[in-house]
């Protein structure tokens, strides 16, 4: 496990799909990922510590700490075409002991309903299934968001429960799903 972890450490990965180059995050890129973080049609859907979307400089503080510690996997969504970060696709509280992770992603709102999501996701299937031995990952998302149910359930994850709702970014009560994938080993 330890070697893996320094492999990441000296090298991370470039993953590429059809459409987008999913990457490590670069200074240059805090401001369009800070933009896509804030935007109210994603914030409306999400949970993430009010702390971290304080100034652009944390966020990216917090990226660096990811990627320090290799708790969290984070890759930034690179269209291939439009050279725009468009968005994020983690596998965050990566244990390598266990094989198990939780997925999270965001897209800007300019880029949904193009399959973008589904294809990051399943990108990073991929990756932390060969790559990072993965054989459980689960998902989180807003009940009020078919969409992002119908990219999880493309990308092989059943409906599990409903969690205890989470507190958005200005306190607002958001109703939780959780969602599974698993692969037996040597799948």
Known sequence: MADIKQWLKSQFPVLESERLIL???EPGDIEALYSCMTDPAVL??????????LFPD??????EEAYRSLRDLHFVLEHK??????????????????????????VSPLYWNQGLATEAVK?????????????K?????????????HVLQKCGMCYI???????????EEIPVKLYRREWEKGE
Not at 58 to 63: A, G, I, K
Not at 84 to 105: D, E, F, M, N, V
Not at 137 to 149: G, H, I, L, T, Y
């Open 23 to 25: 990457r490590r995050l």
């Open 44 to 53: 409306r859907h999400t949970a993430v510590g009010p702390a971290k979307l």
């Open 58 to 63: 944390r966020l990216y503080r917090y990226f």
């Open 81 to 106: 075409h439009e050279h725009h970060l468009i968005g994020l696709c983690s596998l965050q509280y990566w244990t390598p002991s266990s094989g198990q992770a939780r997925l999270g992603y965001m």
């Open 123 to 135: 990108t990073v299937f991929e990756f932390g299934h060969d790559t990072l031995g993965l054989t």
């Open 137 to 149: 990952v689960e998902a989180r998302c807003s009940a009020d968001n078919p969409a992002s149910e």
């Open 161 to 171: 429960s409903h969690l205890p709702a989470s507190k958005g970014l200005n306190g």
